[in-house]
């Protein structure tokens, strides 16, 4: 299940069934989760723990140390899941101890080709991320989220669960929840209707987060305001939780 030209460190954990392909390069440090398929020509370095059933397409680039000015050497760490695709030339970076000192991904995302995913990032779960897509340091995305080919997010943006960005988009500020954006920069275009049906959201369901999206971006609302309208529906309306959250929690603004 390795192949005789990979150079596995002493110091790595490696489950049994886990299979590493030529000329790959697995450092001290790192942990590789059972039925994980590493490809060749991959670098992975640690500390960096690694999941169950991933597949780590060849010459992707993970767990090395974060390209931050900053960085000195400290003890940082990456953290992936279980049931990821990384395809060729990915990109992941580990934390750095101006942030929690961990870059994390989830469960049962899509990273496509040539995607970089910077220090202190964390990945939700079933997101995709299309080819080129690239995130700076300390960005969150949230589950179920979209990236467009060649979209970007500026550090410390946070992207909400079942967000869509599209193709070539620039994120400089936080993205709602369950909100479409596009352009550069990126502005809000409604909420992810398709994706979201697509998930089994009902209409009932669509009709109150689009209700919520006008009270954002069409009533001329201040945000405080948009925001007390909403939380006034959780309580019957869960599906608002997860945008009411996301609001919330912005700290570099609403894109607009």
């Not at 994980?36 to 169950?52: A, C, K, L, M």
């Amino acid at each position: 299940m390795i192949h005789p030209t990979a150079i596995i460190s002493d110091k790595a954990n490696i489950a049994a069934g886990v299979t590493v392909g030529a000329y790959s390069v697995i450092g001290d440090e790192v942990s590789i989760g059972a039925g994980t398929r590493i490809g060749s020509h991959v670098v992975i370095n640690g500390p960096t723990s690694i999941g169950n059933d991933n597949h780590i397409y060849q010459f992707s680039s993970i767990g090395d140390d974060p390209q931050d000015k900053k960085y000195r050497g400290e003890p940082t760490g990456l953290t992936i899941g279980s049931r990821n695709k990384f395809r060729e030339f990915c990109t992941i970076s580990r934390g750095t101890v101006q942030d929690a000192g961990e870059t994390f991904v989830g469960d049962d995302n899509w990273i496509m080709a040539y995607v970089h995913i910077a220090h202190d990032c964390r990945i939700g779960n079933n997101t995709i991320l299309a080819n080129n897509a690239t995130l700076g340091g300390h960005v969150h995305v949230g589950d179920w989220a979209i990236l467009g080919g060649f979209s970007g997010a500026h550090q410390f943006c946070r992207i909400g669960a079942h967000a869509f960005l599209g193709m070539y988009s620039g994120v400089n500020r936080d993205v709602p929840a369950y909100t479409m954006v596009s352009g550069q920069p990126a502005v809000p275009r409604g909420i992810n209707s398709e994706g979201l049906k697509r998930r089994g959201f009902d209409a009932e369901q669509l009709r109150y987060i689009k209700q919520a999206y006008r009270s954002i971006y069409r009533k001329g609302n201040r945000l405080s305001d948009a925001i007390d309208e909403i939380a006034a529906l959780t309580d019957t309306r869960p599906e608002l939780v997860l945008l009411l959250d996301s609001l919330r929690k912005s700290k570099r603004g609403l894109i607009r």
